[in-house]
Nanobody
Framework: EVRLVESGGASVQVGGSVRLSCAVS????????LAWFRQGPGKEREGIAA???????RILHSVRGRCTISQDTSKNTVFLQMNDLKPEDTRVYYC???????????????WGQGTRVSVSA
């Protein structure tokens, strides 16, 4: 069974930072894409960062410069570092995995339950 478990969500002030983690287990493919999506109330789920098994990354243009995705393959964990947080970053953040290289497209098969980030002034 494939499981993705996110952690690291927090309530932070404007300008602060968070580092989200996603532990992946049971994923049987050596070629894959891992991504972070986010969703707010009444909004579509938005892909913001992705990394593939070769280490190539994609970052949503609107968060470029504030957001970094990385992975620790020895721990089957993917990270999302977000800096200079703004109120509009308040969302639930989801981790996703697929053997196809979907990058920021939403057609992922496996999803975590999400972790909440709240940014206040």
């Amino acid at each position: 069974e494939v499981r993705l478990v996110e952690s690291g969500g927090a309530s932070v002030q404007v300008g602060g930072s968070v580092r989200l983690s996603c532990a992946v287990s049971g994923f049987p493919y050596s070629r894959y894409c891992l991504a972070w999506f986010r969703q707010g109330p009444g909004k579509e789920r938005e892909g913001i960062a992705a990394i593939d098994s070769g280490g190539d990354t994609r970052i949503l243009h609107s968060v470029r410069g504030r957001c970094t995705i990385s992975q620790d393959t020895s721990k089957n964990t993917v990270f999302l570092q977000m800096n200079d947080l703004k109120p509009e970053d308040t969302r639930v953040y989801y981790c996703a995995a697929n053997r196809r290289l979907y990058y920021l497209l939403p057609q992922y098969t496996y999803w975590g339950q999400g972790t909440r980030v709240s940014v206040s002034a």
